[in-house]
């Protein structure tokens, strides 16, 4: 089983629905991140907890909310989506103890018509 | 705000030659990430860089860290088709922070 497990894996939905994007992980670690991926962009982050009652806003959070439900798991919502909220969104966490990389999900690709 | 520039962008090789990517960044920061992505997958952490100085190596790859002047490179030797992917160099923020700024990614294709 993936340390890490994002749902839905794909998504196609229209304009202004509401969307919930969950991320669910076995990794015992404290921190959880949210990012989007656009072409040519990078990854771009949206929000981020440190632990579950500590929610940061990213770099572009307009938008979107998100929910820190348990220590293992972070749902990244879209009020009212938009199409050029259309990309490919990733998981991440971290453990604030030691010095290793963030660990990444198999990511969401959502399609907002 | 931390800017985090890798160079180039797009990467054509044929095998058997070495390459160098850049990564620079605009503020101070002695924790620096190299991620893999091949196509339409998650990324994979291929190297951490923790001081000024570092060093690591595993297999074709080889990064270093200059934090003096805030540089990062990602060193391919004798490269190999299977090298191809997306590479992204990502920089925390600073002190205890462990929030990441990405670089926009070079796309490395290796040509037989």
């Known amino acids: 089983d993936a340390d890490v497990t994002q749902t839905p894996r794909n998504r196609i939905t229209k304009t202004g629905k509401r969307i919930m994007l969950e991320c669910s992980q076995t990794?015992?670690?404290?921190?959880m991140y949210w990012y989007r991926q656009d072409p040519g962009l990078g990854l771009r982050l949206i929000y981020y907890s440190f632990d579950v009652k500590d929610i940061n806003k990213g770099e572009i959070s307009d938008g979107y909310s998100v929910s820190r439900q348990a220590q293992a798991k972070f749902s990244l919502s879209l009020e009212s989506a938009i199409p050029n909220q259309t990309a490919l969104y990733f998981c991440?966490?971290?453990?604030?103890?030691?010095?290793?990389?963030?660990?990444f999900g198999d990511g969401t690709r959502l399609s907002i018509l | 705000e931390l800017k985090v520039e890798q160079n180039p962008l797009f990467l054509s090789m044929q095998e058997g030659k070495n390459y160098t990517i850049y990564c620079n960044y605009s503020?101070?920061?002695?924790?620096l990430y190299w991620y893999r992505q091949d196509p339409g997958k998650s990324l994979e952490s291929l190297f951490v860089?923790?001081?000024?100085?570092a060093v690591k190596q595993e297999g074709r790859l080889m990064a270093s860290l200059d934090t003096k002047a805030r540089l990062s490179t990602l060193h391919i030797t004798a490269a190999v088709h299977d090298l191809s992917a997306t590479y992204f160099c990502?920089?925390?923020?600073?002190?205890?922070?462990?929030?990441?700024?990405f670089g926009k990614g070079t796309l490395l294709t290796v040509n037989p």
């Open positions: 991440a966490t971290s453990d604030s103890t030691v010095n290793q990389p963030q660990h």
């Open positions: 860089l923790l001081s000024n100085g």
């Open positions: 990502a920089v925390d923020g600073g002190g205890s922070n462990y929030k990441l700024t």
């Open positions: 990794k015992g670690h404290d921190r």
């Open positions: 503020t101070t920061s002695d924790r």
